[in-house]
């Protein structure tokens, strides 16, 4: 018996210059990494056949993309890894967060864990998106029907991603450091998720 695994990368939203020399940017949320597992006996006829991913992460990026909109009126993640192992989320901000401010996020984040709220899907034509989605950030051929992502009443966002059914499935955030870049005004989170599963 042998495992063959294949990883496919489906673009789904343009990248962002970084303005300078260095390399772009890509917002993980407008991505979707699809890993198929294919696990084949002696005969090398398929066994199983299953999607390999993360999805509590995921949802969790969701709603620290929100968390620090509100705590810091920024805009969502510019530069986003997010992985099963450990995560990283950089942040524009106007200045760098206090001691207290980050232990904010990760009180915020787990709260919203513990509240459970539902995670939803819709569709809707681009030309009606509702307020505070950047059509711009969606890519020229991303069609007219965008799917979005709910959580509760908390966050918004449009995405093709897997996520957990609701925030309860993500289990603990626990964050694991931050880094400031004062030039860049930067922020980087970095986390991981102890999984519900």
Same mark, same amino acid.
């Given at each position: 018996?042998? @495992?063959? $695994?294949? @990883?496919?990368? $489906? ?34 006829? !398929?066994?199983?056949?299953?999607? $390999? ?15 620090? !909109? ?42 919203? !864990? ?55 499935? !993500? ?17 980087? $989170? ?8």
């Amino acid at each position: 018996m042998h @495992l063959q $695994v294949s @990883l496919n990368l $489906v673009p789904t939203a343009r990248y962002r210059s970084s303005g300078n020399n260095n390399p772009p940017s890509f917002n993980i949320s407008h991505f979707s990494f699809l890993i198929m597992a294919s696990k084949y006996n002696d005969n090398n006829n !398929i066994m199983e056949e299953r999607e $390999v991913s993360f999805p509590p992460a995921h949802t969790a990026e969701h709603l620290l993309n929100q968390t620090m !909109i509100r705590l810091f009126g920024c805009e969502r993640s510019y530069n986003a890894h997010v992985e099963r192992k450990k995560s990283k989320m950089s942040f524009h901000l106007s200045r760098k967060p206090t001691r207290q401010e980050e232990k904010e996020i990760e009180r915020r984040m787990n709260e919203l !864990i513990e509240a459970d709220l539902p995670v939803t899907f819709e569709y809707v034509r681009r030309d009606s998106l509702p307020e505070g989605i950047d059509a711009g950030r969606l890519p020229d051929d991303a069609g007219d029907d965008i799917r979005l992502v709910r959580i509760g009443d908390y966050d918004v966002c449009p995405c093709i991603g897997k996520h957990v059914r609701s925030t309860g499935q !993500i289990g603990r955030f626990e964050m694991l450091g931050t880094n400031w870049d004062e030039m860049e005004r930067s922020f980087r $989170v970095r986390f991981k998720i102890i999984s519900a599963y």
